[in-house]
């Protein structure tokens, strides 16, 4: 097909964006292209807030025909967690066509070379960048997010980490030249010579299962980084939340084309209520490389049966935080209310045990016992989500019925210190918006340990009394090995109980943050600098992002021949 966007235009266009993300993930210092500020938008074709809106409410009851071969039915039935129904319809595939069909762009793909597929995925997100308010809608009403939050981690921060897949993509492949000239002397007689070239060969097709929580956030880097390393890749989104991975993939395809690749390397795969096609689909010989962020078990199934696939999971954990001692107390407190009302707590990095000595801990503000502590975190969660509008900017919507019933049956856990409230939104009046709650529990108790070391995912926190620091350090040790962890905070003026921690963290490969008080939480991370899950504890079996989540989506291939 012909090329309406040559590869020259998109280097000299995007160049100095892929050099800037390479020395940004080299120094681990802060950079960003994509504005976090909705007021960004508006100039230079990107759209504006009214703009995004418009485009946003346009496609509701829409048919969004991507164009791609197989489609034999069309799927819908999403339903924002605040109240509107999407009406949007989607291609629903035959894979026994579709897959032939991406596979067949697959050697043009190939042969590109790393850079020129490396500015065609800045193109790409170039142009979901420039809607980035349209995206932001599409997330906010299929995962529940409050605006602000999926506008920024819907967008420029999603935005971010497929940048980073694509710049750490781009660093492996071309850390292999392209050719060599080989020679062997042999003493007297004439020496060895070879000439040798070197070509990365994609893995195949790539699956992306997405998620209903952080569609973008944990799509694009798996999405990207097989794009960008020469694989085909198909998008099966949660059921719950289709419409800002089709959006993507309309986006992808249309670049695809343009540029004289066929759009084919880039499809969805949509399902009917109950079809649950994810499984059909992992253990299709042709997938070969798999993305997944979701339950615990079917990311064990997947990593036991797809088996013909490289397969990355990011699962579910158990996040921790001891608190011993802390000299900026009040902001102790702050920075963990707010960690914990954050989207209603439906992160995967959100901490859930609390762990705090029986005897209580040391502060600025003089000794505080354990109820003191509990109590007083209770207020400022209390003071954080008092003011109604405040809270729904917080808080966000819960995203399913799963969470809500969690959320009730945890206050029969133990001793409630933060019953949870109600919340009305006048904007939304059926969305479902609850505040957190906080349970008292014992770590000495083994009827206690069945609720604190299971993940409870959503707004739902357990302070765990432990008999002491080195108690606590234990049971830190044992929940990140057992249950894994995405995120691990401590709160400590002694550089012994911070060296103690450092170590099981290290031994558990688990990320750490320590003594947070200000405007960075614990359940926050920024592309090009902190890494996502380590891959190295059952929380998950890979890193967003390292050079181990895009170097085995490849392989090298040599060719050699007699200069």
């Known amino acids: 097909m012909a090329a309406e966007l040559s590869a020259h235009d998109l280097i000299a266009k995007h160049r100095p964006t892929l050099d800037q993300a390479l020395e940004a993930i080299r120094t681990r210092a802060y950079w960003s292209p994509h504005p976090e ?86 193109e790409i997100l170039k142009r979901i960048s420039d809607r980035t308010h ?40 071309v850390r292999t030249p392209d050719e060599a000239e080989w020679t062997k002397p042999q003493g007297k007689r004439d020496p060895l010579k070879l000439d040798k070239r070197f070509k990365a060969v994609p893995r195949g097709i790539a699956l992306v299962i997405g998620c209903n929580t952080f569609p973008t956030w944990n799509g694009y880097p798996g999405l990207f980084a097989s794009l960008a390393t020469g694989n085909a890749v198909l998008v099966k989104p949660h059921p719950r939340a289709v419409l800002p991975l089709a959006l993507t993939v309309q986006v992808a395809r249309e670049v695809l084309a343009e540029t004289g690749f066929d759009p084919n390397l880039v499809a969805l795969a949509t399902e009917r209520p109950g079809e ?59 920075n963990l209310a707010f960690s914990l009302s954050l989207y209603s707590g439906q992160m995967c990095t959100t901490p859930q045990n609390l762990l705090i000595p029986r005897d209580g801990i040391t502060t600025d503000e003089g000794a505080k016992s354990y109820d003191e502590v509990v109590a007083d975190l209770a207020r400022s969660v209390g003071g954080l989500l008092g003011d109604d509008a405040r809270a729904n900017a917080l808080l966000g919507a819960i995203v399913n019925p799963d969470v809500k019933d969690r959320l009730e049956a945890a206050a029969g856990l133990g001793e409630v210190a933060l019953a949870s409230r109600e919340i009305a939104n006048p904007e939304f009046p059926d969305a479902v918006v609850r505040t957190p709650v906080i349970v008292k529990l014992d770590g000495a108790k083994p009827d206690d340990e069945a609720a604190y070391m299971s993940e409870c995912f959503g707004p739902v926190s357990f302070a765990v009394a432990v008999d002491s620091a080195a108690d606590g350090v234990e049971l830190l040790r044992r929940t990140i090995r057992d249950k894994g962890a995405m995120t691990v905070g401590a709160y400590t003026t002694s550089d012994e109980v911070a060296g103690a921690v450092e170590e099981v963290c ?21 592309a090009f600098s902190d890494f996502h899950g380590s891959g190295g504890n059952p929380a998950a079996n890979a890193a967003l992002c390292d050079a181990a989540f895009v170097a085995n989506r490849f392989r090298m291939v040599e060719i050699r021949r007699e200069a």
Not at 99 to 111: E, F, H, I, N, V
Not at 138 to 160: E, K, L, R, Y
């Open 37 to 122: 500020h909705p007021k960004a938008y508006g100039e230079n074709g990107s759209l504006g807030m009214a703009e995004g809106k418009a485009a946003f409410d346009a496609l509701l009851g829409t048919r969004l025909d991507l164009g791609q071969p197989g489609t034999d039915d069309w799927v819908g039935g999403e339903t924002s967690p605040y109240g509107i129904d999407l009406g949007v319809t989607y291609p629903h595939a035959d894979v026994d066509t579709l897959l032939p069909a991406m596979k067949a762009g697959q050697r043009a793909w190939r042969d590109a070379g790393a850079q020129a597929r490396a500015v065609v995925c800045l």
């Open 134 to 173: 349209e995206f932001a809608h599409a997330v906010m009403h299929t995962s529940g997010q409050a605006f602000m939050m999926a506008f920024q981690a819907g967008g420029p921060h999603a935005q971010d980490r497929g940048l980073e897949a694509v710049a750490y993509a781009y660093a492996e492949q």
């Open 276 to 334: 649950g096609i994810a499984k059909t689909l992992a253990t299709r010989p042709e997938i070969r490389i798999i993305d997944y962020t979701g339950s615990t078990s079917f990311g064990d199934w997947l990593e036991a049966n797809a088996r013909q696939a490289q397969v990355y999971t990011e699962k579910a954990g158990v996040n921790t935080v001891l608190v011993e001692s802390t000299d900026n107390y009040k902001g102790m407190l702050s």
């Open 506 to 526: 290290l031994d558990e490969c688990a990320q750490l943050s320590l003594n947070l008080t200000g405007g960075v939480y614990v359940n926050q991370t920024a």
